[in-house]
């Protein structure tokens, strides 16, 4: 069983910072890629960043690092913007033995809330 554990998030004023940790534990063989998502009431979930890179909207704010040896992918947001307030979750694409496919495994989900 592999379980993916976010933290970080809370409530922040427009212009501040917040550093969300996810960690993968469980069975888990090799891990292709860990990364972000966020997601607003009523919308689908929006890719916020890959191992490597984020996306156009939060680059130059955003800035994403892996450990792979503790199986941990961060995310830090700098200079938060009211639209940044959703609902954060950590993904891994893993496998969990040699000969198993890779799968998306999804963390709970943390809250991040900016107030302008």
């Known amino acids: 069983q592999v379980q993916l554990v976010e933290s970080g998030g809370g409530l922040v004023q427009a212009g501040g910072s917040l550093r969300l940790s996810c960690t993968a534990s469980g069975t888990i063989f090799s891990i292709n890629d860990m990364g972000w998502y966020r997601q607003t009431p009523g919308k689908q979930r929006q890719l916020v960043a890959s191992s490597v890179s984020v996306v156009a909207s939060v680059k130059g704010r955003f800035t994403v690092s892996r450990d792979n040896a503790k199986k941990m992918v961060y995310l830090q947001m700098n200079s938060l913007k009211p639209e940044d307030t959703a609902v954060y979750y950590c993904?891994?694409?893993?496998?969990?033995?040699?000969?198993?496919?890779?799968?998306?495994?999804w963390g709970q989900g943390t809250q991040v809330t900016v107030s302008s």
């Open positions: 993904y891994a694409d893993l496998r969990t033995t040699p000969l198993r496919d890779v799968v998306r495994f």
